[in-house]
């Protein structure tokens, strides 16, 4: 099945900071999720983003299914930013369903 | 709109127990997923629902996990009998369809404990 890799696996931020989150994906995908987990482990759409890029507020995100990536941007980052940032593709095909990446895990300190 | 519905939100239980986790998903989403999240680690998929019927159960430990959608509106997931390697995050989310406009939007889960 479809192998899933995000970087960095951790990141520590200093508010008001820019940072660049990595999808690497091995296979081709009909979508692509970016979920945000709070503290309280809800998961948060971000994303839908087969490919492009898409804009909402401070974040963004590029996905260029060619070459089997996706980037989110989160700039002048917040303390409420914190939390797992996670990548999930969807092959597709019948059985479509998302297949998640182990997580980058992002603390913003005051 | 109302979001993904799960009980209930933490359930604590002694190993050999049995128990079970409601979820209603987004009004007229025809598909629903029940996750599995071990803690410092991505969700897994377990289960798959299109409508009423098993798209995916290949991840489903079958010998203690079953799991129904009766109606195609409301699933249960059951544990029997548990195992201290249950322990996790049961997420139950759901999509328009399994096919197109497969956004998926997750409840809150159910946080389970086996001691």
């Known amino acids: 099945g479809i192998q899933v890799e995000q970087s960095p696996p951790d990141l520590i931020l200093q508010e008001g900071a820019n940072s660049t989150l990595r999808c690497n994906f091995s296979d081709s995908v009909n979508n692509l999720q970016w979920f945000h987990q709070n503290p309280w482990g809800q998961l948060i759409n971000l994303f839908y983003i087969p490919s492009g890029t898409k804009q909402n507020g401070r974040l963004s995100a590029t996905t260029v299914a060619t070459e089997r990536y996706s980037l989110l941007y989160i700039s002048s980052s917040q303390t409420t930013d914190s939390g797992v940032y996670f990548c999930?593709?969807?092959?597709?095909?019948?059985?479509?369903?998302?297949?998640f990446g182990k997580g980058t895990k992002l603390s913003v300190k005051p | 709109e109302a979001g993904v519905a799960q009980s209930p939100r933490y359930k604590i239980i002694e190993k050999r127990q049995s128990v079970a986790f409601w979820c209603n998903p987004i009004?007229?989403?025809?598909?629903l997923y029940w996750y599995q999240q071990i803690l410092g680690q991505g969700p897994k998929l377990l289960i798959q629902f299109q409508n009423n019927g098993v798209v995916d159960d290949s991840q489903l430990p079958k010998d203690r996990f079953s799991a129904e959608r009766l109606k195609g509106v409301d699933s249960t997931l059951k544990i029997q009998p548990a195992k201290l390697e249950d322990s996790a995050v049961y997420l139950c989310?759901?999509?328009?369809?399994?096919?197109?406009?497969?956004?998926?939007?997750f409840g809150q889960g159910t946080r389970l404990t086996v001691v």
């Open positions: 989310a759901s999509s328009f369809s399994g096919t197109v406009n497969t956004e998926a939007f």
């Open positions: 009004s007229g989403h025809a598909t």
């Open positions: 999930a593709p969807n092959p597709g095909g019948s059985q479509g369903n998302l297949i």
